[in-house]
T-cell receptor, first 113, second 115 residues
Framework: QKEVEQNSGPLSVPEGAIASLNCTYS??????FFWYRQYSGKSPELIMF????GDKEDGRFTAQLNKASQYVSLLIRDSQPSDSATYLC?????????????FGGGTRVLVKP | EPEVTQTPSHQVTQMGQEVILRCVPI?????FYWYRQILGQKVEFLVS????????KSEIFDDQFSVERPDGSNFTLKIRSTKLEDSAMYFC?????????????FGPGTRLTVL
């Protein structure tokens, strides 16, 4: 079983609509979850993180976490063409002082004007 | 706003040559990482570094790889004898003092091309 899984997409949404991205993870002990945005040829850029079950909102972005279902999602409201990118779900693996991030394969989002 | 910097942005080398990729982490961060991303694939962990030693390394990080923090600011990744399959984007990341919660911030990456 893959540690962090995402649908690869592309997820095509019209401008102004809501984009919904999903991520599942295998380690029940995971405590924190990160969403990064990656434009083609660029490095991952933090969008937001979530630690507690429920919703967390930051501007047009909402992260939702359900630890019982091992599921974290990202909603992008009022999608803009500039939101077109690959969105990476990342989960830290708590081990010694390492805390390496395990990434999903990313979901490519395409916002059409 | 503080940021992680990396040099060079693009490195082209011949197979078998040594390369050194350089990173300057955010100044008050304590945890440092290297990741790589082969074109079209997912971001993969290579190594983490804390308190002047490797805290964890992946299967990819074999004897051809090494890391060093030669002074108080730089963090380097050396590949001793590059292979074609080492061609990838290499990202440096750093994290603050809290081992379990702080965010990892990524540098812009170095694109390594091995010919």
């Amino acid at each position: 079983q893959k540690e962090v899984e995402q649908n690869s997409g592309p997820l095509s949404v019209p401008e102004g609509a809501i984009a919904s991205l999903n991520c599942t993870y295998s380690d029940r002990g995971s405590q924190s979850f990160f969403w990064y945005r990656q434009y083609s040829g660029k490095s991952p850029e933090l969008i937001m993180f979530i630690y507690s079950n429920g919703d967390k909102e930051d501007g047009r972005f909402t992260a939702q976490l359900n630890k019982a279902s091992q599921y974290v999602s990202l909603l992008i409201r009022d999608s803009q063409p500039s939101d077109s990118a690959t969105y990476l779900c990342a989960v830290p693996m708590i081990k010694a002082a390492g805390n390496k991030l395990t990434f999903g394969g990313g979901t490519r989002v395409l916002v059409k004007p | 706003e503080p940021e992680v910097t990396q040099t060079p942005s693009h490195q082209v080398t011949q197979m078998g040559q040594e390369v050194i990729l350089r990173c300057v982490p955010i100044s008050n961060h304590l945890y440092f990482y290297w990741y790589r991303q082969i074109l079209g694939q997912k971001v993969e962990f290579l190594v983490s570094f804390y308190n002047n030693e490797i805290s964890e390394k992946s299967e990819i990080f074999d004897d051809q790889f090494s890391v060093e923090r030669p002074d108080g600011s730089n963090f380097t990744l050396k590949i001793r004898s590059t292979k074609l399959e080492d061609s990838a984007m290499y990202f440096c990341a750093s994290k603050g003092w809290n081992p379990s919660t702080d965010t990892q911030y990524f540098g812009p990456g170095t694109r390594l091309t091995v010919l």
